[in-house]
């Protein structure tokens, strides 16, 4: 069963900087990963799939990279509505997982 | 426009049954995988179960295998789970998910999901 590692757990970044979230795998899940946003109360939203594929409309603010167990979520200038929790997820195999997922918060 | 509506949580007692549904629209529902995905109150994502577009292929987390049962009706674009033996740590906001490439016996990532559907276990 693959493990799927956030960190940091919270990030305090103010509008307009630039923020990495990394997300590391047990073992290798090849570029089958994904990331997601999540902002209070409301279901998760796709943000990237493979790895640096965004999902339809996706701002191009948003980037990933990585393969193999090191992965990584760039917000290169962040907005107002990008503060939320984010989760990486794996899905090289069964089973699934996600990450414990990274709050992006104002600082 | 893509859409998923789950239904039927509840607040139920240690022990008990609960059925959760979640309806499909706006897309060809038969040719895709679909996922339930649940989050304890304040806590993260937990993948629990996965049914693939046919319905032939299920796949289950450990926590759930043997009480909780995934299934579909491809004529009602009905995706279902039978979530038996309830305990107080099945508490969780229920999300159906749709898989974002066409049914495959490997998983995926999760391209739409729906508004979730809380399940409260308590005495």
């Known amino acids: 069963e693959i493990v799927m590692t956030q960190s940091p757990a919270t990030l305090s970044v103010s509008p307009g900087e630039r923020a990495t979230l990394s997300c590391r795998a047990s073992?290798?899940?090849?570029?089958?990963l994904a990331w997601y946003q999540q902002k209070p109360g409301q279901a998760p939203r796709l943000l990237m799939y493979?790895?640096?594929s965004r999902a339809p409309g996706i701002p191009a603010r948003f980037s990933g990279s990585g393969s193999g167990t090191e992965f990584s979520l760039t917000i290169s200038s962040l907005q107002s509505e990008d503060f939320a929790v984010y989760y990486c997820?794996?899905?090289?195999?069964?089973?699934?997982?996600f990450g414990g997922g990274t709050k992006v918060e104002i600082k | 426009e893509v859409q998923l509506l789950e239904s039927g949580g509840d607040f139920i007692e240690p022990g008990g049954s609960v059925r959760l549904s979640c309806a499909a629209s706006g897309f060809t529902f038969s040719r895709y995988g679909m996922s339930w995905v649940r989050q304890a109150p304040g806590k993260g994502l937990e993948w629990v179960s996965t049914i693939s577009g046919g319905g032939g292929s299920t796949h289950y987390a450990d926590s759930v295998r043997g009480r909780f049962t995934i299934s579909r009706d491809n004529s009602k674009n009905t995706l279902y789970l039978q979530v038996n033996t309830l305990r107080v740590e099945d508490t969780a906001v229920y999300y159906c998910?749709?898989?974002?490439?066409?049914?495959?016996?490997?998983?995926?990532?999760?391209?739409?999901w729906g508004q979730g559907t809380m399940v409260t276990v308590s005495s």
């Open positions: 998910a749709k898989e974002g490439a066409l049914t495959t016996s490997l998983p995926d990532a999760f391209d739409i």
């Open positions: 493979a790895a640096s």
């Open positions: 073992q290798s899940v090849s570029s089958n």
């Open positions: 997820h794996q899905y090289d195999n069964w089973p699934p997982a």
